[in-house]
């Protein structure tokens, strides 16, 4: 829509165009939080929710048929138990340095990549001496799980701006005394070659738009090429035509319908009872007061409507608009001392040729700083997760809070330092979102 000066000079002067921004809608309802309607909502859901066959492209190395697999708790597009495996060594000036694993008796090598994929199509009767499963090597001696997380709300996080994040990384270090400076890291947008944002997607910030990690997430869970990620990671004993992903009847490819699914989940909601008690409310202050806010921001607000995002391959809609949502986390890196040594590197996703392309565009150190920092968890439906941190090994919320130490030591040490009900108010409040 196009509008004249006039309109501009009432809207400037009334704030009607920049309005104060709305709460976003939270729920678990899997209703459509008004960016497609219930129809294409639900229709972008089936395909989240499709189990992928080797007809349709699955493998030939993978770890799941389906999205939900592994995004399903307490509805499609949660989170999950499952946990995958990366793999590494350091090199000799001490940087993390992907492996080089052989399969299929060393017919083939897969490289440039620190995931290592859990299941196969093959052997199987087609190609029954195929044996292409990947396997650690030995000398890959830096190891780590992670845990898989949730994609409700994320279409909110997507339309947070680069400079919003850039802001709250500043303001961070600035107000601690530089003791807690959140790291902002700028990666590719796959859907507008040459252009990167502000990686705020995956543990390691690995990503910044929806339909870019869509398509990550297709080739690397599910061995599912499209036009984003058109390279299989081997060929042997692959039969399907490529790119695996194709238009379906509406002209949309697996990997829009994804991002667009994703896009127009509701937030997580609070469990609105114990959120009511006075006890989660004194947690709630305490909450500030212990320094978990600083890196769990408790509220951030989205790009206006209209503003263009993602290289400009995509426009914030009025649902996604200027709205108002409560994440817990600054989507920023930070070495909290659980760092698993492993860095999400370009090379992973774009093969060596794009990383040459990147390297004058972003700091290659700063990747390397990112080895031992990790995502400041979301703490939106916390309550509903079993396997807390990374790699999913803390399994009460107490002990993950104990795992918590250099930039966020001080901030561990006043929680364990509080009164034993205080300590119970902050765990009643973090129960209740
Ligand atoms: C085998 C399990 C598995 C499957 C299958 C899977 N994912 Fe994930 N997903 C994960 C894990 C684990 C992470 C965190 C990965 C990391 O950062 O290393 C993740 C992270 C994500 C994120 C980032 C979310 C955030 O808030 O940071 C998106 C988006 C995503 N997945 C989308 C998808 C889509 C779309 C599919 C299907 C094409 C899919 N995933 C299939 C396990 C899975
Ligand atoms: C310096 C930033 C920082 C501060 C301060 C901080 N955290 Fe964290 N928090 C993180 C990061 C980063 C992670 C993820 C670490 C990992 O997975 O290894 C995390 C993870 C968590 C988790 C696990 C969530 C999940 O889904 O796995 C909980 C719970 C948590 N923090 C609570 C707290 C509480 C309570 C406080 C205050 C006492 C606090 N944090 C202070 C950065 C911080």
Redesign the pocket.
Known sequence: MRHTPVFWLICLASTACAGPPVEAPTGFDGASNGLVDHAAHAKDREDFDEIETIEDGLGPLYNAQSCRECHQDPISGGASQITELRVGHRGKYGQFENPEIPIARGEAIIRNRSLVNDRAICPNGQFPATEIHQRAPQSENVRALRVSITLLGDGFVEAVTDQALIDLARQQCRASGNK?CGQVIRVPILEAPGETGVGRFG?KNQHASLLSFSADAYLNEMGITSALMPDEVTRLCDTAAQPNDKPDDEGLLGIDRFARFIRATKAPARDVVLAATPEAGIGAKL?NT???A???VPTLVTAPTGTRINGGKFTVPAALGRKTFHPYSDFLL?D?G?GDGIVVAMEEHYGRDMYKIQWKDISYPGFVTTANK????P?WG?RL?TR????GV?VT?AD??A??GK??EQ??R??AALPPTDREA?LAF?NSL
């Not at 990790?374 to 968890?377: E, S, Y």
């Open positions: 807690i543990w909450f212990t320094g978990c600083t890196c769990h930070h909290v659980t990790i995502r400041t968890a703490l916390l997760r807390l941190m990374h790699d803390s919320i993950a809070i795992r918590h930039e966020a901030s561990a006043k929680f902050l973090l």
